[in-house]
């Protein structure tokens, strides 16, 4: 069955640090992957996604991901979080046979920012 | 990049009235949204799949009476919590898939039944 997996229910992370949010699926050939992000009381915002092609993708406010196939990891990371990024993240996956476009999501990890 | 909206962002109302929440594409159709509830601190759940001008596809769990969908054009879909209760309060959120399985996701509802 698929499956995402992050296995970090909450991170937490010095202002200026570098941050890497762990994510793996399940999945029997090479799927869409995504890395929403959700800030408290609000909608999903689209940071980068993986359809094809070069497996470092790079995403808005500073987030790059990179896919390994042999890992079967999509892990997303920034070199430098601000406060700003203090949010909850999460990992999706797209079956590409799905003409229905359906998501399976990761549990999501809560990032916090330490002054 | 194409925009979703959601109304209302916050609805507070009684044990035992209905609420409609309503999903818009604003600037592309879709002939497919969907419909998700999220728990604090907890993922999203897929409740449904609306589809334009036929029925939703709900999900195993999913109460087809008490979650009421109407995808009635290519814009515009639309939750019914019927006779709700509180532990129907939630964040509900619709999204509208692009291309390749993305999803715009609107900014959300908040739920409250008291």
């Known amino acids: 069955a698929q499956s995402v997996t992050q296995p970090d229910i909450h991170i937490t992370v010095s202002e200026g640090a570098s941050l890497e949010l762990r994510c793996n699926y399940s999945?029997?050939?090479?799927?869409?992957l995504f890395w929403y992000v959700q800030s408290p009381g609000q909608g999903l915002q689209l940071l980068l996604k993986?359809?094809?092609?070069d497996t470092l993708v790079q995403g808005i406010k500073g987030f790059e991901a990179e896919f390994k196939r042999s890992q079967s990891s999509f892990n997303l990371r920034k070199p430098s979080v601000h406060w700003s990024d203090a949010a909850e993240y999460f990992c999706a996956v797209g079956d590409v046979m799905d003409s229905n476009y359906q998501l399976i999501w990761g549990a999501g990890t809560k990032l916090i920012i330490k002054p | 990049g194409a925009v979703v909206s959601q109304h209302p962002s916050r609805v507070i109302c009684k044990s035992g009235t209905s609420v409609k929440i309503e999903c818009r594409s604003l600037d592309f159709q879709a002939t497919t949204m969907f419909w998700y509830r999220q728990f604090p601190k907890k993922s999203l759940m897929l409740m449904a799949t609306s589809n334009e001008g036929s029925k939703a596809t709900y999900e195993q769990g999913v109460e087809k009476d008490k979650f009421l969908i109407n995808h009635a054009s290519l814009t515009l879909s639309t939750l019914t919590v019927t006779s709700a209760h509180p532990e129907d309060s939630s964040f509900y959120i619709c999204s509208a898939p692009g291309l390749a399985a993305e999803q715009f996701f609107g900014p959300g509802t908040r739920l409250t039944v008291l």
């Open positions: 999945y029997g050939a090479t799927p869409y």
């Open positions: 993986y359809f094809s092609g």
